[in-house]
């Protein structure tokens, strides 16, 4: 229904700065909520970043006032936005959507998102 592709990732060095990108096709009116999450080798995917079709965000504590979430609904594209990156934040970041839910809502949780794309390695380098 929804097929999702990130973009963007690379190597950077500590401080440095990255924006990766997640385009949606198919039936992108099933991407009310979005989010960013990310998984680092032997740990657990982790979430970073949701944001509503209104614009709404939600962060993760580890990356408050770092990264920005955004999206242009006319292009069907999810940004991410990460500033003063850090070596704790290599990981592949992957952007997911839902297609539904409570408007008042946000959604951490990657159990809550049935669509996602494939990844994109950010790597931080000290």
């Known amino acids: 229904q929804v097929q999702l592709v990130e973009s963007g990732g690379g190597l950077v060095q500590a401080g440095g700065s990255l924006r990766v990108s997640c385009a949606a096709s198919g039936r992108t009116s099933n991407t009310d909520f979005m989010g960013w999450f990310r998984q680092a080798p032997g740990k657990e995917r982790e979430f970073v970043a949701a944001?509503?079709?209104?614009?709404?965000?939600k962060y993760a504590d580890s990356v408050q006032g770092r990264f920005t979430v955004s999206r242009d609904n006319t292009k069907n594209t999810l940004y991410l936005q990460m500033n003063g990156l850090k070596p704790e934040d290599t990981a592949v970041y992957y952007c997911?959507?839902?297609?539904?839910?409570?408007?008042?809502?946000?959604?951490?949780?990657?159990?809550?998102?049935?669509?996602w794309g494939q990844g994109t390695q950010v790597t931080v380098s000290s």
């Open positions: 944001i509503t079709w209104s614009g709404a965000t």
């Open positions: 997911a959507a839902r297609s539904w839910g409570s408007a008042g809502s946000f959604y951490i949780s990657s159990y809550d998102y049935p669509y």
